[in-house]
């Protein structure tokens, strides 16, 4: 749907008179640095041209109204700045009102109600960040509507990932809605989240594409083995802070981790813990390789990446690694993994342009052969993070 379509649809449910705001938040693909957020370790994302719109008008009560183009049969949700609690029966809802939840509890008073309308293009359950960027599309709108000059960027991404560590229960990262705040076009963005310093990489590949695959399934396990791995990992840190002085993981090189890996009681720990050592120095790796234009050692990195969230992380299944397995063996392909939490959604690919049709043609035959439904395949295009349309 276009902007003027979406204030169309804002105005036949809400009424034509008063000013509207139109504000964009996009989702991410993760190129390399999986489960390494909440290891202290770094990540390397970019923010895609798919995302979540909004249209918003004050209101002058403290009423909240939410609809959302994608789930019309649900109507207009109306709550209020009063009720900011997590209700099941609130459906999506939730995302909003967790984020006004967080800047009320920062101390940030919202003075008035609002009307919104939200329309997302990101496919449902693909893993591609919907919530993150209906979490940092609701921080934008809050600010500039309310004139929070002093909460940046960086901030709005911090507020998102509070909201939806203790308004939704999801343990998550910085990730997600640091690459929805923060993305840049043509750019994925380096990103140490012990730290939060970052830089922008350029990712002008000549002569290949990156290619999401997404295998449209998600397997229910996602949100609680999500909470399982991290528990695993910080139980793995703690034993091995008996033994040596370290804050995160990510402060681990893998010879340090090979010497010291004995301090962690249980070998499944030893595994998790193992990943996001090894997938923390990959991501280093990889970025330089990029710099280098070394695209060929990038891809390699990817696949190596994907060995270690499935053998070791254990957070593939078997839709993904047919699709992974297809597109490592095939000519013109420079690597592939699963991106993004797990259990389903998509991979991402790095293939040579003059390939990308036979990469869609025959992934997309064999996939449904074995699996019984179509996959679908995005080449992807890297935007910029949230902004006001
Ligand atoms: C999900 C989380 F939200 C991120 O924070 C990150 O941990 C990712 O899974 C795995 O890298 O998207």
Redesign the pocket.
């Known amino acids: 749907m276009t902007k003027e379509q979406l204030i169309a649809k804002f105005k036949e449910l809400y009424g034509a008179d008063g000013e509207v705001r139109a504000y964009f938040a996009p989702g991410r693909v993760?190129l390399i640095?999986?489960?390494?957020?909440?290891n202290g370790g770094h990540?390397f994302p970019c923010a895609l041209t798919l995302g979540t719109y909004g249209i918003v008008r004050n209101r002058e009560d403290r009423k909240l109204r939410f609809y959302s183009a994608n789930f019309e049969k649900l109507g207009v949700i109306e709550t209020s700045l009063d009720e900011l609690v997590p209700d099941e029966k609130a459906n999506w809802t939730n995302y909003p009102k967790g984020v006004m939840w967080a800047f009320e509890k920062r101390g940030y008073k919202l003075p008035h109600g609002l009307d919104i309308l939200i329309y997302g293009n990101i496919p449902n359950g693909s893993?591609l960040?919907s919530s993150?960027s209906l979490e940092v599309l609701t921080g934008l709108i809050l600010k500039d509507t309310f004139g929070f000059d002093g909460v940046s960027m960086i901030d709005i991404a911090l507020i998102g990932?509070d909201s939806?560590n203790n308004f939704n229960g999801?343990n998550?990262?910085?990730?997600?809605q640091f690459a929805s705040a923060m993305g840049k076009k043509d750019h994925a963005i380096f990103l140490d989240t012990n730290t939060l310093n970052y830089e922008y990489a350029p990712v002008v590949l000549e002569d290949a594409k990156i290619v999401i695959t997404n295998s449209k399934v998600k397997h229910s396990l996602v949100d609680s083995a999500?909470n399982d791995r991290r528990q695993e990992c910080e139980t793995a840190l703690k034993e091995l802070q008996e033994v040596m002085d370290i804050k995160t993981l990510g402060d681990l090189t893998e010879e340090e981790y090979e010497a010291y890996k004995d301090a962690i009681k249980d070998p499944i720990r030893q595994k998790r813990a193992k990943h996001a050592v090894y997938e923390n120095q990959r991501a280093i790796r990889a970025v330089a390789a990029l710099k280098d234009n070394d695209v060929e050692l990038f891809g390699k990195l990817m696949n190596a990446s994907h060995e270690s969230l499935r053998y070791d992380y254990e957070v593939s299944c078997e839709e993904i690694d047919i699709l992974v397995d297809l597109a490592q063996a095939m000519p013109g392909v420079l690597g592939s993994r699963i991106t993004?939490?797990?259990f389903g959604g998509c991979t991402v690919s790095i293939v040579k342009n003059d390939a990308v049709d036979h990469f869609v043609d025959e992934i997309g035959k064999i996939y449904e052969e074995k699996v019984g439904h179509k996959a679908e395949f995005y080449v992807v295009d890297i935007g910029d993070g949230a902004k006001t349309l």
Request: charged fraction near 15%.
């Open positions: 993760n640095g999986e489960h390494t957020d909440y990540v893993g960040s993150a990932q939806e999801c998550c990262g910085i990730m997600d999500y993004g939490g797990g």
